[in-house]
């Protein structure tokens, strides 16, 4: 009999985007709208939302919610799959059915916030929602004419670059003032969260707390050396520093994929931060597998692999990936079925040779994509794969004059050629 289905994410994480003012408790289910009604009775509907009690009331009767639809599909698609949910569940072991209850006041023990779009990259994946260059992009260009977008993510501008809804940045630090000594972990997204001055007037805000706080900060590193410095003076107030470098391939590739990256300042910025910070500051590597990132795993992780070696497992911690489903054009499953099945078994190959140098939450995140690549799971959207990359190529002719890096020049044969035959 198959297991009840339960995830603790739904109380313990939350993903808050003051910009855009959505939540959601993981990164697969599209965030929804807080509604300001809500909000104005209880700030702590930032995160216990109406919708968000409801799909917690499902949880506790071991069923799936809709928006908890990646994981479940990974699991119908493959029984012995561990989803991104077995990782929840290990990581809240003491969070259970039966001990969480529905609680409009609900403290979670991990908050990742975003405050604005401020990015200096425009990534394949990316969006004007969470980058201010992608909305500069539309603004000039126009939209992409894609026929399965149904997210408009390359349509519209959905956010004007930079901006933040006061309404909710007020909730939020009436809110934060009453948890600020609850919260464990605290994570600070973007745009690129170090450049923008919103992140840094909340930083100067609480490093004088004296708060048992972890602090992570998700970050392209892609930018001047300053801003990592001025991180490292509040390295004695914080508890622990976690520097989350995402980066998606190496060299042209990482260029590629995420269209402005400067690949040696990046390089130079992680060993800077290695080298000159206290033993409570940290760094980890991030991926964001999509159609053009899957050739990167490897050479990613064999990159965090030489880390850990030089600067120790204390200083380089576990890496971790999240598998792009939207935009659906991007997803790894519209690759050919004979392509995908020569990419698990060649990292599969890879992985076996590796294993012994990485920790069991890196092997993990690293399976969970070469497992995807022959599972097919299904989308929560159904398209035509026909259509689908259809619009792949069409956005990969507008994506190549965004991007320095030349595609045919960085990528094996058989992906140029399949690209070719669209």
Known sequence: MRE??????????????????TTNSCHHPIPHIIPLEELRENPAALHNTKFKMAAQQKLLYGLPPKDCHMCSHIEK????????????????????????????????????????????????????????????????????GLQTDHRNLYEKVHISPGSTNSEYLNAWNIWWNEIKTKVEFLRISGGEPLTSP?????????????????????????????????????????KRIGISASIDSTN???????????????????????????????LSFSSTVNIFSIWGIEKVVNFHIDLKKKYGENKIVDYYSTIVRFPEFQNILILPRNLREKLNKDLTIWMSSVQNDLSSEDIRCINKSINYLVDEPKNLFQHNV???????????????????????????KEFIDWLDTL
Request: glycine share 2%; proline share 3%; net charge neutral.
């Open 386 to 412: 026909d259509l689908l990359r259809q619009d792949l190529k069409k956005f990969l002719v507008r994506y190549q004059t965004m991007t320095s890096a030349n595609i045919s020049d960085i990528y094996p």
């Open 198 to 238: 919103n992140i840094w007037n909340f930083i100067d805000s609480v490093k004088n707390d004296n708060l048992d706080l972890n602090l992570n900060v998700n970050t392209n590193l892609s930018f001047d050396q300053k801003y990592l410095e001025k991180l490292s003076n509040i390295q004695n107030n914080i």
């Open 77 to 144: 698609s493959n029984p012995y799959a561990k989803s991104d949910r077995h990782f929840k569940m290990s990581k809240f072991s003491e969070d259970t059915a039966e001990t969480l209850k529905i609680d409009p006041n609900h403290v979670p023990k991990l908050i990742e916030i975003v405050f604005d779009n401020l990015c200096n990259l425009t990534c394949s994946y990316c969006d004007s929602g969470q980058s201010s260059s992608w909305a500069k992009q539309l603004i000039k260009n126009g939209p992409f």
């Open 252 to 282: 042209k590739q990482a260029e590629f994929i995420r269209a402005g990256l400067n690949y040696d300042l990046f390089y130079k910025n992680v060993h800077w931060w290695c080298q000159n910070t206290n033993e409570n500051c940290v």
């Open 4 to 21: 009840k289905f339960f995830c603790p994410s739904k109380w313990q994480e939350l993903f808050l985007y003051l910009n855009h003012g």
